[in-house]
C-alpha cells in the first residue's frame, strides 16, 4: 500500500478529510436540495399525469357533447317540421273556413237581393194592377160615355181581373 501512496501521490488522512467533507456536502445537498427537488418534481408529474387524466376526460365530454349537439339539432329541425306542419295544417283550416264563411255570406247576399227582387216584383205588379185598372176605367168611362161612381169601378175592375 506504501507503493500505492507512493505513486499516486496520496495522502490518506487528506482523503478521509474529503470523504468526510463530501458526506456532509452530499447530505446538506440531500437534504436541503435533492429532496425538496425530488418533491417538486414527483408532484410536477402527478400534476402532468393528473392534466393528462382531464384532457381525456374533456376529449371524452366534447365527444360526448357533439353527440348531444347533433341529437339536439336532429330534434329541433324534427319540432320546427312539426311546427311547419301544424301551421300549414292550421292555415289549411283557416282558408277553408273563411271560404266557408264567403260562401254564406255570398249566400245571404243572394237571399236578400231575392227578397228585395221580390219585393220590387209584387210593388210593381202592384203598380201595374193600379194602372191597369185605370186604364180599364178609362177605356169603359169612353165606352159608356159616361164615368160611374167610385164603387161601381171598383166593382168592374175587380170582376174584368179575375
Not at 482523503?15 to 437534504?31: E, G, P, R, S, T
Amino acid at each position: 500500500m506504501d507503493s500505492l501512496v507512493s505513486v499516486f501521490h496520496l495522502d490518506i488522512k487528506l482523503l478521509i478529510a474529503q470523504m468526510v467533507n463530501f458526506a456532509i456536502v452530499f447530505a446538506v445537498l440531500y437534504w436541503f436540495a435533492f429532496k425538496p427537488l425530488i418533491k417538486i418534481m414527483s408532484e410536477r408529474s402527478s400534476k402532468i399525469e393528473k392534466s393528462l387524466v382531464e384532457a381525456q376526460e374533456i376529449a371524452v365530454r366534447l365527444d360526448s357533447a357533439k353527440a348531444e349537439q347533433a341529437q339536439i339539432l336532429a330534434e329541433a329541425k324534427r319540432e320546427a317540421a312539426q311546427i311547419i306542419e301544424a301551421a300549414r295544417g292550421l292555415g289549411e283550416d283557416k282558408k277553408n273556413q273563411l271560404i266557408a264563411q264567403a260562401k254564406e255570406e255570398i249566400g245571404k247576399i243572394i237571399v236578400q237581393e231575392k227578397a228585395s227582387i221580390q219585393d220590387e216584383k209584387a210593388k210593381t205588379l202592384k203598380e201595374l194592377k193600379n194602372e191597369v185598372a185605370d186604364l180599364v176605367v178609362a177605356v169603359c168611362t169612353k165606352l159608356l160615355g159616361e164615368k160611374n161612381s167610385k164603387d161601381i169601378d171598383k166593382e168592374m175592375v175587380n170582376k174584368l181581373i179575375k
